[in-house]
């Protein structure tokens, strides 16, 4: 069936650091891809998606980049900040009555 | 404001208890889900309703009992719960196009 797979957390990284959260899927055929944050306490809340083959996500300084080849859709960003910190999903869904289907999250604690 | 609005935030039960979780969304969404979310597990896809209908029940223990009387409000029935069944519980929405879902904030549940 279709999965998606995360990197293990947690990760822990410094202030103005580089993240990379790296999200693989396996399906068939070509499904739209998310990446979801929880943020301590709350829901999750979309971060940011893209629909087709090359189609790059961005929202917040986060970037995700939508690779048919390798079947991934990486979540980076250039310098994260302490407001960063919360859990992160990776997911896949596709169109008409299917549900999301989702990884199992990444930890990332920003430290100052 | 998300669109999706949960009640209560948090909510304490004895195992005897019979008590409901509330989900109500006016996003014009026409699929609504229950998800549980314990404490280092994945999240869990527990029910499923498209246009009002139950289209998934993932084994979910006869203890939780879903009930969606329009497609904006979903509500989960509780009762006799088990200590195990402390998790935060997550509604979402969605339209069946391949978008995100819109998630609540949670119900925060400790059975006691």
């Known amino acids: 069936g279709d999965s998606v797979t995360q990197m293990e957390g947690p990760v822990t990284l410094s202030e103005e650091a580089f993240l990379t959260i790296n999200c693989t899927y396996t399906a068939t055929g070509y499904p739209s891809l998310f990446w979801y944050v929880q943020y301590p306490g709350e829901g999750l809340q979309l971060l940011l998606k893209a629909t087709k083959a090359d189609d790059k996500g961005s929202n917040k300084g986060f970037e995700a980049t939508y690779r048919k080849e390798t079947t991934s859709f990486h979540l980076e960003k250039g310098s994260v900040q302490v407001s960063d910190s919360a859990v992160y999903f990776c997911?896949?869904?596709?169109?008409?009555?299917?549900?999301?289907?989702f990884g199992k999250g990444t930890r990332l604690s920003v430290i100052a | 404001e998300t669109g999706v609005t949960q009640t209560p935030r948090h909510l304490v039960m004895g195992m005897t208890n019979k008590k409901s979780l509330k989900c109500e969304q006016h996003?014009?969404?026409?699929?609504m889900y229950w998800y549980k979310q314990s404490a280092k597990k994945p999240l869990e896809l527990m029910f499923v309703?498209?246009?009002?209908?139950?289209?998934e029940n993932n084994s979910v223990p006869s203890r939780f009992s879903p009930e969606c009387p329009n497609s904006s409000h979903l509500f989960l029935h509780l009762h006799t719960l088990q200590p195990e069944d402390s998790a935060l519980y997550l509604c979402?929405?969605?339209?069946?196009?391949?978008?995100?879902?819109?998630f609540g904030s949670g119900t925060r549940l400790t059975v006691v």
């Open positions: 309703y498209n246009f009002k209908e139950q289209t």
């Open positions: 997911a896949l869904r596709f169109s008409g009555n299917t549900p999301l289907v």
């Open positions: 996003l014009g969404h026409n699929a």
């Open positions: 979402a929405s969605s339209q069946d196009t391949g978008e995100g879902y819109t």
